[in-house]
């Protein structure tokens, strides 16, 4: 395809992705007053999963898949349902600007991990990175102050359950996407998350809850916008530029959401926060010095 040879428009289109996703933790909380988590990701994949129909239909793909690709889609699909499940909860019980803080900032150095252990290499800047990530996450959840078992309260639990799991997609996405189309990989795992959570969903919550203009706003911003559009794109762009290179892109995830929240949710910003989110950058780019990022 020729979006794979021109990298400047992957490079905007993975600019444009990722504003998307740091309006997200916004609109996530904002939703979350209207249905359940459960009925949330439902309606979430199923709508990424219709929009995605009809450029499989032009593409004229085969469904047939092999077994390493249905285990790759399988796995991506599990840690989707996973992380947002995290992801909603994390945002109704949490501050949804800290929460992008920490877990755009911490995925990356998650995915950095993962892939060195699987490489059997770990240098002395990705030693040092993951340093001053942690330090950089312990500081978003305040740690420091409030000691360690403030890292196991609702919000920074889920908070992490969304880091870890999406680094690790990313790495099975990378590998995934590696033997079966990008577009038929993204496709086939919007549609078995949507069947993962259907036993789960409440069908009459559609009926008797008041759905108004703030909430379809929002819900296609959080559903077409970070999800049909930005998370289609990274998972397009991730094997076209290597999962570490497209981990970085979410250097502006953090300051755009915590802006996004103070706007619309009136979220104070902290110096923890914004000290936290600094390092953890700092740290990313120690990580990746050496990939001339």
Not at 4 to 19: C, D, E, G
Not at 78 to 86: K, P
Not at 116 to 133: P, Y
Not at 239 to 246: E, F, Q, S, T
Request: proline fraction near 2%; aromatic fraction near 20%.
């Amino acid at each position: 395809m020729k979006i794979i040879k021109n990298y400047n428009i992957v490079y905007l289109l993975m600019s444009f992705a990722m504003l998307f996703w740091a309006v997200a933790w916004t609109n996530a909380k904002i939703v979350n007053e209207y249905l359940s988590f459960y009925n949330l990701i439902f309606l979430r994949f199923l709508l990424g999963f219709v929009c995605l129909f009809p450029f499989i239909i032009k593409k004229n793909f085969k469904i047939k898949l092999s077994i390493k690709a249905v285990f790759y889609t399988i796995g991506a699909s599990i840690l989707f349902f996973l992380y947002n499940i995290a992801f909603f909860k994390g945002t109704h019980f949490g501050n949804a600007g800290r929460g992008a803080v920490l877990v755009t900032t911490l995925n990356p150095l998650v995915t950095m991990f993962i892939i060195s252990i699987i490489e059997k290499n770990i240098e002395k800047n990705e030693v040092i990175g993951l340093c001053l990530g942690i330090i950089g996450g312990f500081s978003i959840m305040n740690v420091f102050s409030d000691g360690f078992t403030v890292m196991f309260n609702q919000s920074n639990l889920y908070f992490l359950i969304c880091a870890i799991t999406w680094g690790i997609m990313t790495v099975v996405i990378n590998y995934g996407q590696q033997t079966v189309n990008p577009l038929k990989f993204i496709f086939y795992c919007y549609f078995i998350t949507t069947l993962f959570v259907l036993p789960f969903i409440n069908v009459n919550e559609f009926f008797i809850n008041h759905l108004d203009a703030r909430f379809y706003i929002n819900f296609i911003l959080v559903s077409v916008g970070a999800m049909s559009f930005g998370t289609t794109v990274y998972m397009f762009a991730t094997p076209i530029l290597g999962p570490v290179k497209a981990s970085v892109f979410i250097f502006s995830v953090p300051f755009l959401a915590l802006g996004t929240a103070y706007i619309f949710l009136e979220e104070t910003i902290t110096w923890n926060v914004f000290f936290g989110g600094v390092l953890s950058l700092i740290a990313i780019y120690i990580v990746n010095k050496k990939s001339n990022l």
